[in-house]
């Protein structure tokens, strides 16, 4: 995965904006969808980046994949780095960009829901 790869996938995803909403972090590219986010990643080197994580199998999966590491800035228990050095398939990268992304839409309010169904 690449870049612009993880770029298009992250906005074709219903009501995704995209910023660089940390003055002092400026090459932090965040994705969010109303606004909440849901990966982040530093455009300048793109050799990681953070999603959200299911609680409950968030250690088993750090344990299975060594790509996948506690974050450096957000909380460890619902969050993780994962690092873009060609040990996980594109396919799996994906899947938990997509993961990330319902974690953070399930936890919408109704009237956010409803919004975004209507996008």
Known sequence: MNIE???LHCLSKKGVTESIPFPK????LVFKVKGKMFTAT???????FSIKCVP????ELRAQYMALQEPS?????HWSRVDVDGSI???IL????DISYNLVVAKLTRKQK??????
């Open 73 to 77: 800035y957000f909380s460890k228990k």
């Open 5 to 7: 790869e993880y770029r």
């Open 42 to 48: 530093d455009i300048t080197i793109f050799d990681s």
């Open 56 to 59: 409950e199998t968030i250690d």
């Open 94 to 97: 994906f899947e938990w960009l």
């Open 25 to 28: 972090l400026p090459n932090i």
């Open 89 to 91: 398939s594109d396919k």
């Open 114 to 119: 409803t919004e975004l169904e209507n996008v």
